[in-house]
């Protein structure tokens, strides 16, 4: 066997369009590099958002021109990894280690499961999607729901009273806005009659779920915004109460774990809205993944947005608000979908089996 | 009830959505620097032509800011910045009105010895930095109400 046939066994091996594609979907777009450009964006951006909420200027110096401080989340990150990690005496010095860390790899995983436009290709139509299930929605939600137990580890592993307390918090938070988030996703998936979000948008060509479903989409959004933990919600940190909440102890790389996986989840979410309620990649003129990513964007400002308008609520106000609100409208929203679906069954756009 | 509910969520919201595309408040200060107002003080300048060296001013000054020195046989005052109150007692008093408060307010020095200026220094007008680029006015200032939000 001499060195070309090597070199050419190689290149057919790498160089040909499946694999290709596999390494734009898994690299690029909605794999590894999305998510982080996103976080150094959303950072800039959110700081910049609600400084002119304020009337004030926000970051301007590190970088260039109407870019102003889109640098400074590098920064900050280079700074902190250099710094000590310091693991408090009364810590469980293995979890206290490793829940950090596997924070944002839940979050990313959570990512490879959606699925973002259809990718122009020959032959039969394909996705940009990292990997494809046709249970996904089922996938991502239950990988978003490990997050809050890994809070939950890492405030009792950190032996501290502020990040026990911030723990708790985010348990009794947990009871409020998880039913909510299942309940609304499933009136979504009543209505398409499958668990692909694929199908699920696909479905959306006629009337988008947000006209359809509009108390499914105002549950689904207050919950999910419950389950980020921002601004109106932020209750597990709370800085004006007990110091950063389940996040007290963590310095250096631990600390930017923890921030990259709030701001990957942010990123994963607004995904979901996109998709479930927006018509996710569906719209005229423009290519399929500019229109995704226009919706969303308006997203992510309206999930920015809480944290510039709203004060945080209280513990048992964010209780009365899920068991008594947003539950019982999520309830109704089915009830109205199983009344469409015996006496207007035109408006649903996938017929009821049985219905 | 509930339509009054739902309005005191979203107008905050729209609030914040209007604020987005209204004048900021904040003064990039280095780069551009605010105008004062008519009566603003600032610190004293000297004359030299004009005073007589009575001395009136190191008497008055509620600070003991301005202290007498001999420069050539005559009398003229020394100016503390570290302990000036800015209130303007020497400028009100001096018989000649050789002292005058200009309105310079960019005081801070590295050094603290800098901050007594002697009156060889004390006569320089304190000159605009030539990096400054523009001088931004307040939008909206009354006198009742001083500055509101836009």
Known sequence: MNIETIIESLVALFINRPFIEMLIKVLIFPGLMFPLLFVVFAVWFERKLLAKVHLRIGPLHVGPGPLGGIFQLIADALKLLQKEIIVPYNAHKILYNILPLAMPMISLAAMAFIPVAPFPSVGPVDYLVVFYTPYNILVVLALFAIHPFLVIGVGWASGSKYTTMGALRAAYQLLAYEVPVMLSAACVVMVTGSFDLIKIVESQANIWYILLLPIAFLVFFVSMMAELGRRPFDIPHAEQEIVYGWATEFTGVHYVCVMFAEYVNLCVASCLVTLLFLGGWLGPVLPPAAWFLIKFGIVVVFFLMGRGVYPRLRIDQLLNAGWRILIPLALIQIFIILVLAKFAPWILPVTFVGG | ?150
């Open chain 2, 1 to 150: 009830m509930v339509f009054s509910w739902i309005v005191s969520i979203l107008r905050p919201l729209g609030m914040a959505f209007r604020h987005i595309f209204k004048y900021r408040f904040t003064v990039k200060y280095p780069y551009y620097v605010l105008e004062t107002s008519e009566r603003y003080r600032g610190r004293p300048v000297l004359d030299l032509a004009k005073c007589v060296g009575c001395g009136v001013c190191a008497t008055i000054c509620p600070n003991k800011a301005i202290t007498m020195v001999n420069v050539e046989d005559r009398r003229y005052p020394q100016f503390d910045a570290g302990r000036c109150c800015f209130c303007g007692f020497c400028a009100y008093f001096c018989l000649t009105s050789a002292l005058k408060m200009n309105g310079g307010y960019e005081l801070s020095e590295y050094d603290k010895s800098n901050l007594i200026y002697p009156p060889e220094k004390l006569v320089k007008v304190p000159p605009p930095p030539p990096e400054r680029k523009k001088v931004v006015k307040l939008k909206k200032l009354s006198l009742s109400t001083g500055v509101t939000h836009g």
